[in-house]
C-alpha cells in the first residue's frame, strides 16, 4: 500500500529527497546531531525546523527578560576545544540575545546551514517495511525519505496551549504569549499590563515589564517560590580561567548527578 501511495500521490519515490538521517529540529540538540551525522560518520543529513532560523526554544522564546539558568559556561557545547576558546560569554547566566546569538555562530562555524531546511513542519512519518526507510511528509505536501530519523524538538517549542478565557474574543487590547512573543519591540511604556501566571516564564517577564508599564496587575494562582539568580558579568580573568580547565570542567559535568557541578 506504502508503494501505491508513493505513485499516486507523490509520484516515483525515486524522485523524493533521499537521506541516510533526517533530524527533526535546529535547536541545541539538532545542531549537534547534523554536526556528529554528517561530519564525523559522513552521512549524508538534512534538518528541518518550523522556525525561521536555528535556535530551537531560544529562537521562540523571546520575551523580555528571557534568560537561562544555567551557567553559560556548562550550557554550551563540548565538541569543539576551538569552539570553546573562541566564544566569549559575558554573562554567567546567558540571556536569550546572547543564547541565540551563539547558536548562530555555531551554525555558521560549523557550516551547518547548507543542510537545513527552514519554515517547514514534520506532519508525517511512514515506515517503509519495503524500502527499510522513513517517509517523512510536510506541511507543503513535499516528501523526504530516509533510513533513520532524530527527533530533536526538545519540550518547549511545541504550538503553545492558548487559554480559553471567557470573554477573551472580546477584548480589544493586544495580547501576547511568552512562549510565542514577536521579534519585533513591543512597546509597553505607559500601558496596564496583566500577566498571567508566575512560572519560571512569568517571574522573568514581570521584572522587565514593570520598568516600563505604567501599571502591571499579576495573576497568580498558586504562589511560587524563587531564589535570587546571583548573575553578574564574567570578567575576562574569571572566564580565561575557565578555558584553562575547560576539559576538568566537563568530566566534572559528566560525572555529576545533575551534570551542573560547581565551576
Given amino acids: 500500500m506504502l508503494s501505491n501511495l508513493n505513485q499516486t500521490k507523490m509520484g516515483d519515490a525515486t524522485q523524493v529527497p ?3 538521517v533526517i533530524v527533526i529540529g535546529a535547536g541545541f540538540a539538532g545542531l549537534y546531531a547534523l554536526y556528529r551525522m554528517r561530519d564525523h560518520l559522513g552521512l549524508t543529513v538534512r534538518a528541518y525546523d518550523s522556525a525561521g ?3 530551537g526554544t531560544w529562537y521562540w522564546n523571546r520575551y523580555p527578560g528571557a534568560r537561562c539558568d544555567i551557567e553559560s559556561i556548562h550550557y554550551s557545547y563540548s565538541f569543539s ?11 554567567r547566566y546567558a ?9 548562530n555562530h555555531v551554525a555558521d562555524r560549523f557550516d551547518l546551514r547548507r543542510d537545513i531546511q527552514f519554515n517547514t513542519r514534520v506532519a508525517s512519518m511512514v515506515w517503509d517495511e519495503e524500502a527499510h526507510q522513513w517517509q517523512v511528509g510536510f506541511d507543503d505536501g513535499n516528501t523526504a525519505r530516509a533510513r533513520w530519523v532524530i527527533s530533536a524538538t526538545g519540550p518547549l517549542t511545541a504550538a503553545p496551549h492558548v487559554p480559553d478565557f471567557a470573554g477573551m474574543n472580546k477584548f480589544s487590547g493586544e495580547v501576547y ?5 514577536p521579534h519585533q519591540d513591543v512597546d509597553l511604556k505607559g500601558k496596564r499590563v496583566a500577566v498571567i501566571g508566575t ?4 517571574i522573568q517577564v514581570i521584572q522587565e515589564i514593570a520598568k516600563d508599564a505604567a501599571y502591571l496587575t499579576v495573576f497568580q494562582r498558586t504562589a511560587d517560590y524563587a531564589t535570587p539568580l546571583g548573575n553578574g558579568p564574567l570578567v575576562p580573568s574569571e ?3 575557565v578555558k584553562k580547565r575547560y576539559s576538568k570542567i566537563r568530566e566534572a559535568a559528566r560525572n555529576h548527578f545533575l551534570g551542573i557541578p560547581p565551576i
Fill in 18 to 20: 533521499n537521506f541516510d
Fill in 53 to 55: 532560523g536555528v535556535g
Fill in 81 to 91: 576545544e576551538k569552539l570553546q576558546q573562541e566564544w566569549e560569554w559575558t554573562e
Fill in 95 to 103: 540571556s536569550q540575545p546572547e543564547i541565540l546569538a551563539y547558536l
Fill in 177 to 181: 504569549m511568552t512562549a510565542r512573543w
Fill in 199 to 202: 512560572g519560571p516564564s512569568g
Fill in 239 to 241: 572566564l580565561a580561567s
